[in-house]
């Protein structure tokens, strides 16, 4: 099997065993970009002097034997919309195209510091507003099962350059299912985890209260290396948890019996693919014969899920595109303009897309005057009943199951012109980010041939028991070791 196919464990073991260089790793996922991306587009920057550089100090930290972690010498991918110093960092928007940010991250120094190598920024939605990677300024970006369909959004790049092993790792970022929607719809796992289990700093934000940033790995053993490693309290963000991070790999092989496995009855309805449904039942009963208890629970204001993510997204990205001015970074239009007011509207006019301007336009009738109380407020509260459904679940079980989606990924134009039908997608994914909880999503079998995802949703800061449960059925399956046919 070709290296860049290979788990990070098993990248990890060649790499300390001196039968392969990360040089050589770095070189031959540099050329798959080459030879396979222009079919992708799963890229908006190639980064690869940073990259050969990276891999070469990993080498030299391999040869030494100091400082080296599970990550050293690991390509990797990052949604473009996380900072990295003196790479081009777009959010796949006219507005930040050439933007280029001075500082990093702070998950891009924890992964600099843990000897990983990146390789490339990957295609998003602008500014994370959508569910297909449609919504991008740039270039679609197309799914690797099927260069007709969608790879899921916002981070459909991180996906598909995951899925068609063009990095051995990807970080993506989830607002409302931006991990998991395109985890599942390309076959690979992918974690959103607990609001405030890693940090947010140098984020570009969408949604200051629902981001979080996640990896996309082969399988829920790496994924839960990526996370070890990005984890834990960062002073530059307060609203990152100041507790210790677990190590999620030194109990991922725990067994499952008599867990009890929760089955939101709000989540199976009419109106879901049958490849998708089937792919579920199937999965709950592997999940039976591992010895878990199934229980059906309620989440009774699923419902409102929808209305209220998209309602206080909007109100918070208006709020944070308001910096988008054109005057501090970024695009600047000026010419004829009459002040500074025309040199925003003109900037602002020509570098959002159509579907920015609409969320903004929308968030700020909300947060006015008039009506105010009538949408923001009256979301947030709806916000704490949706929180209490999940405790109230997690009362009586320790784990939940849904799918990620209704269906598999759809053609790509196929709901663009329909943004209504377009946020129906996310249906299953929303509820966890105003929640606050952590849900992890893997694949879980094919429906006409295009990969189904499943989503574990877990209690607060017990992305420990999302791992187990999810190790334990890669353990019995193996859909997550299908590459698609490039």
Known sequence: MQPTNLTIQEIHQLLITKQLSSVELTQATLQRIRDIDPKIKSYVTVSEELAIEQARQ?????AKGENVTPLTGIPFSMKDCISTRDVRTTCSSKI???YVPQYNATVTNKLADSGAVLVGKTNMDEFGM?????????????????????????????????????????IGEDTGGSVRMPAGFTNVTGIKPTYGRVSRYGLIALASSFDCIGPMTRDAYDCATVLEHIAGHDPHDSTTYNSPVPNYTASINKSVKGMKLGIPKEYFVAGMEAGVESAMQEAIRTYEKLGM?????????????????????FAEASANLARMDGTRFGLSVSDGAKDVIDIYLKT????????VKRRIMLGAYAL?????????LKAQKVRTLL?????????????????????????LGEKISDPLEMYLSDIYVVATN??????????????????VGMQLIGKHLDEQTLFQVAYAYQQVTDWHKQFPNL
Do not use: Q
Not at 159 to 169: D, E, I, P, V
């Open 434 to 451: 105003p929640a606050g909880v952590p849900a992890l999503a893997l694949p879980a079998g094919f429906s006409n041939d295009m990969p």
């Open 96 to 98: 930040l195209e050439n």
């Open 368 to 376: 006015s005057a008039g009506y105010y109380d009538a949408y923001y």
């Open 348 to 355: 602002r006019h020509e570098g959002f897309g159509d579907e």
């Open 387 to 411: 929180r209490r459904d999940f405790e109230t679940a997690f009362s009586k079980v320790d784990i939940l199951l849904a799918p990620t989606c209704p269906t598999t990924a759809f053609k």
């Open 293 to 313: 208890e199934i229980h059906e629970v309620s989440l009774p204001h699923t419902k409102y899920g929808l209305p209220v993510y998209y309602l206080l997204l």
């Open 130 to 170: 959508g569910s297909s990677c449609e919504n991008s300024a740039l270039f679609n970006t197309h799914n690797p099962w099927d260069l007709e369909r969608v790879p899921g959004g916002s981070s459909g790049g991180a996906a598909a350059s995951m899925s068609a092993s063009l990095c051995s790792f990807s």
């Open 58 to 62: 990993a080498d030299e930290r391999i």
